[in-house]
């Protein structure tokens, strides 16, 4: 069964993540402001992947110091499907 989530971004450019996973499966992720290129290309690298290695991946990664980034925010909207 398909499950859909928006997740309100924290401390990122980007403001929300659409998910939507299947089976413990990444069907689609978009992001909705950021780096345009940087966020598509994270979404189309996740799309297929189990959640827990998507969240073992991205959890805790920085950008500019800030102690998350886009991906970081990713990981935490995919623990909610956990």
């Known amino acids: ?3 859909k989530r928006t997740y309100q971004c924290v401390g990122t ?3 929300l993540i659409n998910v ?3 089976d413990g499966v990444i069907k689609s992720v978009q992001f909705l402001g950021g780096c345009h290129g940087n966020t598509q290309g994270v979404a189309a690298l996740v ?5 827990e290695d998507a969240i073992s991946k991205l959890k ?3 950008c500019g110091g800030r102690g998350t980034s886009c991906p970081d925010q990713l990981a935490h909207a995919l623990e909610a499907f956990l």
Not at 47 to 51: A, D, E, L, R, T
Request: include cysteine; hydrophobic fraction near 30%.
């Open 60 to 62: 805790g990664i920085d």
């Open 20 to 22: 939507s996973v299947e």
């Open 13 to 15: 450019c980007s403001k």
């Open 1 to 3: 069964m398909e499950q």
């Open 47 to 51: 799309k297929g992947m189990k959640v």
